[in-house]
C-alpha cells in the first residue's frame, strides 16, 4: 500500500509545488477580498463584492427577467442592449398550410393562444415542409416568435362581438390557402364557438375537446370527459387548454399575407362586455390575479382586497392543501399555468413548482416579509413586509382613491 505524506515539506522533491488557493486570489480583484479574515489568517473572498464589479468591468451580468436584455457597461457608461435576437427561420415555398386561428383578446396571446400555436407547428411539421399560417383578430400580436410562418392580419374586425365575420374570415382563409388543418383553441365564444359555426357551415366533421394532437393522429375527450376518441387529423381541429405546448427554440418570420376582410352585416349590435364576477372566471383566462400563499392569515382581507382590485382569487398549493382554498386555484406545475397581466403574489415564497405556473406572466409583484425569496427575484415589484398590514394599505389606497372619482 503507498501512503501519501500530504505534509511532505515543500520542494522536497525539487519541483515546484502549486498552491491553488493562492493562484484563486491573484484571479480575483483585490476589493473583492473584503470579506474579512478567516480562523487561519486568510484574507476571505466576497462574492458579492466581486459581483457587483462584474458589472462595472463590462462583464455580461445574469439576466433573469426572461427579457431578453443584458445589462453593458463601456467604461463608465452603463447602457441597455437587447441580446442578439436569433435569425427567424424562413419558409419560403412551403409544401402545405396550417391555419391557426387564435383568439388573441385585447391583442394578447394567451398561454391556450400559444398552445394551439403549438400544436399547428406540431402539424405543420410532421408534414414535412408546412408552413404556419396565424389569423390575427388582434392584430397587434407579435405571432412569429410564436410559431407563425405567415400572418393574416384581420384587425379590422376588431374585438367586438362579430361571430359571422370571424366565421367568414376563416372561411376565407380556407378558400384562399387550402390548409391540411384549421386549429382553434376549444374555450370561448372566439375559439371553441367559432370552430364549431365553421363546421357547421362547410360540413366538416370538428375533432373538439383535444387533448393531444400529433401529425397521424389527435385524440379528444368525448362522453363528458369520460371517454377518449383517437381519429386521424380532420380538417378541424378545437383544442383544449393545456393539451399542448407551445413553441420553442427560433422565431418564425410571420410573414405578412394580403387578405381582403369580409364585410358581413349581420345586424347584431354590440352594446360592449357585461361584467362578470372575477372569482368565477378560470385561472387559466383570468387577466388579474391576487394569489395567497402560506404567509397569509389575514383571509378577510384577502377577500375585501381582491374583491377590491377586482381581481381572480390564486394560490399556493400549500394553501389549497390546507384547505383555505379550493383545488381549482391552485397556480402552478400540479395547478394552473396562468398568464394574466399582473400577478400579485402574497406570502408566496416562490417555489419551483409555483413559478412553473407563472412563466408568461408581464407583471409579477410580490408581498412577502422576506427579500431574498425567489419570487422577490421573479418580481418586477417587491414589496416587504407583513401581508396583513400590506394589504390593508392597499385597501384604504383604493377606498381614498373611490371617493375621490
Ligand atoms: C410534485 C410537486 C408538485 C407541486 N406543485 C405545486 C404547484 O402546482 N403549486 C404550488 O404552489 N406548489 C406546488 N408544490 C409545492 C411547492 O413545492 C411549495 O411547497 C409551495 O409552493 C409553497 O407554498 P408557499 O409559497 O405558499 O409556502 P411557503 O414556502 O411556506 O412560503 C410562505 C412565504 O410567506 C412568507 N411569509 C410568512 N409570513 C408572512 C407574513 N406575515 N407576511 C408576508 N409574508 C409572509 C414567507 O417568508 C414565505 O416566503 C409542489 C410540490 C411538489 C413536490
Given amino acids: 500500500m503507498t501512503v501519501r505524506n500530504r505534509r511532505r515539506a515543500p520542494h522536497a522533491t525539487g519541483t515546484k509545488r502549486r498552491n491553488p488557493r493562492a493562484e484563486r486570489d491573484i484571479n480575483r480583484s483585490p476589493s473583492a477580498m473584503t470579506g474579512g479574515t478567516g480562523?487561519?489568517?486568510?484574507?476571505?473572498?466576497?462574492?458579492?463584492?466581486?459581483?457587483?464589479?462584474?458589472?462595472?468591468?463590462?462583464?455580461?451580468?445574469?439576466d433573469r427577467s426572461g427579457r431578453g436584455q443584458t445589462v453593458v457597461s463601456m467604461g463608465s457608461a452603463a447602457t441597455t442592449q437587447s441580446a442578439a435576437e436569433p435569425r427567424p427561420i424562413v419558409i419560403d415555398q412551403p409544401a402545405f398550410y396550417i391555419l391557426a386561428v387564435p383568439d388573441c383578446a385585447d391583442g394578447r396571446p394567451s398561454s391556450q393562444d400559444r398552445d394551439i400555436l403549438g400544436a399547428a407547428r406540431?402539424?405543420?411539421?410532421?408534414?414535412?415542409?408546412?408552413?404556419?399560417?396565424?389569423?390575427?383578430?388582434?392584430?397587434?400580436?407579435?405571432?412569429?416568435?410564436?410559431?407563425?410562418?405567415?400572418?393574416?392580419?384581420?384587425?379590422?374586425?376588431?374585438?367586438?362581438?362579430?361571430?359571422?365575420?370571424?366565421?367568414?374570415?376563416?372561411?376565407?382563409?380556407?378558400?384562399l390557402l387550402a390548409p391540411a388543418h384549421v386549429v382553434f383553441p376549444d374555450a370561448g365564444i372566439n375559439g371553441g364557438d367559432l370552430a364549431r359555426r365553421v363546421a357547421a357551415e362547410r360540413n366538416q366533421p370538428l375533432a373538439t375537446h383535444c387533448q393531444r394532437v400529433a401529425g397521424d393522429q389527435v385524440i379528444s375527450r368525448v362522453d363528458g370527459t369520460k371517454s377518449e376518441v383517437y381519429c386521424t387529423p380532420p380538417l378541424l381541429i378545437a383544442v383544449d387548454a393545456e393539451s399542448a405546448e407551445p413553441v420553442a427554440g427560433a422565431p418564425r418570420e410571420g410573414r405578412i399575407i394580403e387578405f381582403e376582410t369580409p364585410e358581413v352585416d349581420t345586424g347584431i349590435r354590440d352594446l360592449g362586455p357585461v361584467p362578470v364576477d372575477p372569482a368565477s372566471i378560470p385561472l387559466a383566462e383570468a387577466d388579474f390575479i391576487l394569489a395567497a400563499g402560506n404567509g397569509v392569515r389575514d383571509w378577510e382581507t384577502f377577500h375585501e382586497l381582491s374583491r377590491a382590485l377586482g381581481a381572480s382569487e390564486g394560490a399556493s398549493r400549500v394553501v389549497c392543501d390546507a384547505g383555505d382554498m379550493p383545488r381549482d386555484r391552485q397556480v402552478g406545475a400540479s395547478g394552473t399555468i396562468v398568464n394574466p397581466r399582473c400577478y400579485v403574489a402574497v406570502g408566496i415564497s416562490?417555489?419551483?413548482?409555483?413559478?412553473?405556473?407563472?412563466?408568461?406572466?408581464?407583471?409579477?409583484?410580490?408581498?412577502?416579509?422576506?427579500?431574498?425569496?425567489?419570487?422577490?427575484?421573479?418580481?418586477?415589484?417587491?414589496?416587504?413586509?407583513?401581508?396583513?398590514?400590506?394589504?390593508?394599505a392597499l385597501l384604504r389606497r383604493l377606498e381614498a382613491k373611490h371617493e375621490a372619482a
Fill in 39 to 62: 480562523p487561519t489568517g486568510r484574507r476571505r473572498y466576497d462574492p458579492r463584492a466581486a459581483r457587483g464589479q462584474m458589472a462595472d468591468s463590462g462583464r455580461r451580468r445574469l
Fill in 122 to 175: 406540431t402539424l405543420a411539421d410532421a408534414g414535412n415542409g408546412g408552413a404556419v399560417v396565424a389569423l390575427d383578430f388582434g392584430g397587434r400580436a407579435a405571432l412569429g416568435p410564436l410559431g407563425a410562418d405567415r400572418v393574416i392580419d384581420t384587425s379590422s374586425v376588431g374585438d367586438d362581438y362579430t361571430p359571422e365575420t370571424r366565421m367568414a374570415c376563416v372561411i376565407a382563409a380556407i378558400d
Fill in 350 to 392: 416562490g417555489a419551483p413548482q409555483h413559478l412553473q405556473g407563472i412563466t408568461d406572466v408581464e407583471n409579477v409583484v410580490a408581498i412577502d416579509v422576506k427579500a431574498n425569496t425567489p419570487m422577490q427575484k421573479r418580481a418586477d415589484l417587491g414589496v416587504v413586509g407583513d401581508a396583513s398590514t400590506i394589504m390593508k
